[in-house]
């Protein structure tokens, strides 16, 4: 499975970001695709993960009530719609998948996810 992640860019404080996942490859044995962030200096940290079939969706508390993950299954696409993004959430967004289906707290660690894609980088400025 190759993901293209892309979307990012520069925005102000409050403003919005859509980023997308693109799949591609021997996509029909993935369960669960996700996203992660990195900023200089720090870990790796688990954004949001979704079921491609269900639709159950995972947050970190800090983007909850502020970002949304959906899919489309027929395009092999899975979007982060990030609203009244902050100065914190600068990062470069990597998304992942997993041909298992999402389970807490599993999916908060790296090693859970097998594909990974190349960072968007992410830019909020206050």
């Known amino acids: 499975v190759q993901l293209q992640a892309c979307g990012g860019g520069l925005v102000q404080a409050g403003g919005s970001l859509r980023l997308s996942c693109a799949a591609s490859?021997?996509?029909?044995?993935?369960?669960?695709v996700g996203w992660f962030r990195q900023a200089p200096g720090t870990e790796y940290e688990f954004v949001s993960a979704i079921r491609l079939r269900g639709g159950d969706a995972f947050y970190v508390d800090s983007v909850k009530g502020r970002f949304t993950i959906t899919r489309d299954n027929a395009k092999n696409v899975v979007y982060l719609q990030m609203n009244s993004l902050k100065p914190e959430d600068t990062a470069a967004y990597y998304c992942?998948?997993?041909?298992?289906?999402?389970?807490?707290?599993?999916?908060?660690?790296?090693?859970?996810?097998?594909?990974w894609g190349q960072g968007t980088q992410v830019t909020v400025s206050s």
């Open positions: 490859g021997r996509t029909f044995n993935t369960n669960s």
């Open positions: 992942a998948a997993s041909t298992l289906f999402p389970v807490m707290p599993a999916i908060y660690n790296r090693t859970w996810w097998t594909y």
